[in-house]
């Protein structure tokens, strides 16, 4: 079994990880050589991430990420996202080059600093931007394959509601009710599915290096709705602030200043489909806290107890 994941990834991930390889596959890009890779991520049977340390003629090259995918296909889907933002200007991760035969992407590694680890100051600036960058990606004209599918994602927040159940069972009958409020909205629910949509959008997938703000983790963009964006963004800013102290019960200092930038630059007010969209990604949330996933640190014990609580009763509150 391949250490990236599972015999489905066993070619593409074993060639990711041969250096001298990589180097003859991507020299007619960059020119350098890989001189190491690591291995940053996996998510067994579906992808892997690594990294490589590189260099050129005159000392240290630029450094580089690899998706490698089981679904080879995923991979030219990414690598076509990233180019045509990097031709609208919209910063994200730049493509270096799509290796079909093995299912890689490859990519710039983004620098910077993620939005929680700044200061007051840094994050008011840098929720102020992530809202300019949305509204410049949804603004633009980029077809995707894909769609939002309210359907798919109903089946999506069963599957949360379950595994907090079976997971922390004291929690259960706070995700039922949230789920149960979810089924009820989607009756009546009308999302959109026109505009490029992130729909993975939250504060660690912002990057922000000398004041530019750089977005990355792009693998799950689609048409749908904006809101479901701004929806996902503002609820893991509200998981932030209770992770720091906060009481819940509504938006906090962070995600306030988050929706009021996103306001002035696009004049539309949170209604009917953030409001669903908030919920869903509360139960998310809740779905991988009890899995020791999403956004770092995952918290155990005690602190997992008091975050999958309050935020299961954020997904219930009125937004």
């Not at 819940?248 to 200092?253: E, I």
Request: with cysteine; aromatic share 4%.
């Amino acid at each position: 079994m391949s250490v990236l994941g599972g015999p489905s990834l066993s070619r593409g991930a074993a060639e990711a990880l041969d250096s001298e390889l990589m180097t003859r596959l991507l020299a007619p890009q960059l020119g350098v050589r890989v001189v190491r890779a690591t291995v940053l991520a996996t998510a067994p049977g579906r992808r892997a991430v690594v990294a490589y340390d590189t260099a050129g003629p005159g000392g240290p090259g630029p450094r580089l990420i690899a998706k490698v995918y089981a679904e080879p296909g995923r991979a030219g889907r990414i690598h076509e996202v990233l180019g045509r933002l990097e031709a609208l200007a919209i910063p994200a991760p730049r493509p270096v080059a799509h290796l079909p035969e093995l299912g890689i992407s490859v990519f710039t590694v983004a620098g910077g600093r993620t939005l929680d680890a700044l200061d007051a100051a840094g994050r008011r600036a840098g929720v102020a931007a992530a809202a300019g960058w949305l509204a410049r990606l949804h603004a633009c004209r980029i077809e995707l394959d894909r769609r939002l599918d309210l359907d798919r994602e109903r089946t999506a927040v069963r599957t949360w509601a379950e595994q907090v159940a079976a997971r922390h069972p004291a929690a259960a009958t706070a995700a039922e009710r949230l789920l149960a409020r979810l089924e009820h909205g989607a009756r009546t629910l009308r999302p959109s599915t026109t505009a490029p949509i992130h729909k993975d959008f939250h504060h660690q997938h912002c990057l922000v290096d000398r004041g530019r703000l750089v977005v990355i983790d792009l693998d799950e963009m689609r048409a749908g709705d904006p809101a479901v964006d701004v929806a996902h963004f503002a609820a893991n800013l509200r998981l932030l602030e209770l992770r720091e102290g906060g009481r819940g019960g509504g938006p906090g200092a962070l995600e306030t200043a988050f929706l009021d930038a996103h306001v002035a630059r696009t004049g539309s007010r949170p209604g009917a489909v953030h409001r669903w969209f908030h919920a869903y990604t509360c139960l998310k949330i809740a779905g991988q806290l009890v899995r020791g996933r999403g956004p770092v640190p995952v918290p155990v014990g005690g602190d997992l107890e008091r975050q999958l609580a309050l935020i299961l009763g954020e997904g219930a509150h009125p937004t």
